[in-house]
């Protein structure tokens, strides 16, 4: 997605709140038991996007404070949100001009078969500088590069935009030939440019909202991107690459058609080729897992409607903090996704809508806005690691849980209150020997007033943990690793 469309991603409804003189005093305390033997998706991380330029807000910025200030808001798993997944977008213009994202082969060679052209910039529209901090400084290892299209020559309208197909997928008779191979060269030579850099690729897609048609992007149906994936699959081979990155697709519009597409992916074969399905829910969501064993990204999520705000609750509008604490709980529990990516982290005011998590002036003083939703994705991300094995949950009154347990063997339990009034709660592990080793814990909370600021928590002698969790809040709870016993 680049600009706002009549769609608002991933809004959950609310009931209506209580009025607050009906305000209810805490409850008793109500168990939350997480069983540990009962096990579900693995989780990839959660990220945002720096495409079409966005990343230029950071890369550019001359005052390094203000610069390593943003960076640590979107990577610190201390004092930020610690997001764990990068998504950059693989540029197909010929420019750099407004928000271009350019290509580094901007010149048709001759044909398919020609030898390709590339004119590799080193800063991939600023890509390239946010990447390398976020894996050298902070230690993310999930990178994204995503193509929203071809460059021009290679499609059936010889345009990087409004729509057109790559050139030789079924369907197509393009007298330029077919560009399959040399597109699918193209994005390994682009994974080969990051790794010269010092920052592996993982994560590698083709496509973007293939069913919509604006002012950019590349079409494709099911049968077309499982003939491409089949080509660029081997080419991955060849290049001794595919241990290394894996294929996502196809960062559909809405669920709906990403399903339609997965479907015909599977009835050619290409399924296992694939190592992460994307989506986004502009055009529809679902509450339900996708039918299938490779892991689901929601890659793309925002409000591209409301105007911008920073509040955390103020009603349950759709670009407030709690309804994205809600939102991702909605897609890691229902949904069983193993990614969730909100649209840009950074971008400049205008249009001064919620697509981005920070709002940042382009000239100095550089002011910066954070939102809340920012804070909303820190409760998830600084806690649940790549890695993590999401684990059962239940009980608990007035609030809504789910767990996780980390690759280093420490427990995030997240719990959100369903309303206006504060919540204590027990936390108590089964299934495994936390319960019988854990002596301490740390919780979390972001709400009106607090941006994952650490909040008290006890624990008993059984390892039970208790705690309060505010009105209309997000809470994690973390338990450490057991304890090695001394040698």
């Known amino acids: 997605m680049k600009t706002p469309a009549f769609a608002v991603a991933g809004v959950l409804p609310f009931a209506t709140a209580l009025p607050s003189w009906l305000d209810l005093a805490?409850?008793?305390?109500?168990?939350?038991?997480v069983d540990l033997t009962k096990t579900y998706q693995t989780m990839d991380g959660f990220g945002c996007s720096f495409a079409f330029q966005r990343a230029n807000l950071i890369t550019n910025m001359s005052d390094k404070t203000k610069q390593r200030y943003l960076l640590d808001l979107l990577f610190n798993t201390t004092s930020g949100a610690g997001l764990s997944i990068v998504r950059n977008g693989i540029g197909s213009s010929p420019d750099s001009s407004s928000d271009h994202m350019n290509t580094f082969a901007p010149k048709n060679?001759?044909?398919?078969?020609?030898?390709?052209q590339y004119t590799w910039d080193g800063k991939d529209s600023g890509q390239l500088f946010v990447s390398q901090e976020a894996y050298n400084t902070y230690g993310v290892r999930q990178i994204y590069g995503d193509a929203w299209s071809a460059p021009g020559y290679m499609k059936t309208n010889n345009n990087e935009n409004n729509g057109g197909?790559?050139?030789?997928?079924?369907g197509t008779n393009c007298q330029s030939g077919d560009w399959r191979q040399a597109y699918a060269d193209y994005l390994v030579q682009y994974v080969k440019y990051y790794?010269?850099?010092?920052?592996?690729?993982?994560?590698i897609g083709f496509l973007n909202e293939p069913e919509f048609s604006p002012g950019y992007g590349m079409?494709?149906?099911?049968?077309?991107a499982a003939d491409f994936?089949?080509?660029?699959?081997?080419?991955?081979?060849?290049?001794?690459?595919?241990?290394?990155?894996?294929?996502?697709?196809?960062e559909s519009e809405g669920w709906g058609n990403q399903v339609n597409m997965l479907n015909a992916i599977k009835s050619a074969g290409a399924e296992s080729m694939l190592a992460t399905v994307t989506s986004h829910t502009y055009t529809g969501g679902s509450n339900s897992p996708m039918n299938t064993k490779v892991p689901v990204w929601l890659s793309e999520q925002c409000d591209l409607n409301g105007g911008w705000t920073t509040a955390w609750y103020s009603g349950g509008g759709a670009g407030e903090g709690y309804t994205w604490a809600?939102?991702?709980y909605n897609a890691v529990t229902a949904t069983q996704v193993s990614g969730y990516l909100y649209w840009e982290g950074v971008q400049w005011p205008s249009p001064n809508t919620n697509e981005k998590m920070i709002k940042v002036d382009q000239q100095l003083p550089y002011n910066i806005e954070v939102s809340k939703r920012l804070w909303a994705f820190a409760n998830w991300s600084r806690f649940v690691r790549p890695g993590a094995v999401r684990v059962a949950t239940s009980g608990g009154s007035g609030v809504k849980s789910t767990a996780f347990k980390n690759v280093d063997g420490s427990i995030a339990v997240v719990v959100i209150s369903t309303g206006g009034s504060a919540s204590n709660v027990s936390v108590k592990v089964s299934g495994g020997t936390a319960t019988a080793t854990a002596t301490k814990a740390t919780a979390w909370v972001t709400d009106a007033s607090h941006d994952c600021a650490e909040t008290?928590?006890?624990?008993?002698?059984?390892?039970?943990?208790?705690?309060?969790?505010?009105?209309?809040?997000?809470?994690?709870?973390?338990i450490p690793a057991p304890e090695a016993p001394p040698v």
């Open 26 to 33: 805490p409850r008793q305390a109500s168990t939350i038991t």
């Open 109 to 116: 060679p001759g044909g398919p078969k020609a030898a390709p």
């Open 165 to 170: 197909t790559l050139c030789g997928v079924p």
């Open 195 to 203: 790794g010269e850099a010092g920052v592996p690729v993982t994560r």
């Open 219 to 224: 079409n494709s149906n099911g049968a077309q």
């Open 229 to 250: 994936i089949k080509i660029f699959y081997a080419t991955l081979q060849a290049a001794n690459l595919s241990s290394q990155v894996g294929i996502g697709c196809c």
């Open 326 to 328: 809600n939102n991702i």
């Open 456 to 478: 008290t928590v006890t624990v008993a002698a059984d390892g039970t943990l208790a705690g309060t969790v505010a009105a209309r809040s997000i809470t994690t709870y973390l």
